[in-house]
């Protein structure tokens, strides 16, 4: 991994279903991202939902997505 690429991991399904009840959302509302995406963790398959965790001046932001065939 680059080091300005930033961080993807697979949410477990409790992980995955704290956030979706926090936000208010159902999976397939929130944005996509291709299977065949090449930063994707190795074991992603359609359906995961994937934390992407960026480093912008010391602060951490998470960015959420589900992944699509």
């Given at each position: 991994m680059h080091v300005l690429q930033p961080k993807y991991s697979i949410l477990s399904k409790e992980e995955a279903k704290k956030m979706l009840e926090k936000y208010n959302i159902d999976k397939f509302?929130?944005?996509?991202?291709?299977?065949?995406?090449?930063?994707?963790?190795?074991?992603?398959?359609?359906?995961?939902?994937?934390?992407?965790?960026?480093?912008?001046?010391?602060?951490?932001?998470?960015y959420y997505r589900v992944v699509v065939p």
């Open positions: 509302q929130l944005p996509k991202i291709k299977l065949k995406d090449p930063s994707l963790p190795k074991n992603a398959k359609v359906g995961d939902i994937i934390k992407i965790e960026r480093k912008i001046e010391n602060k951490k932001t998470y």
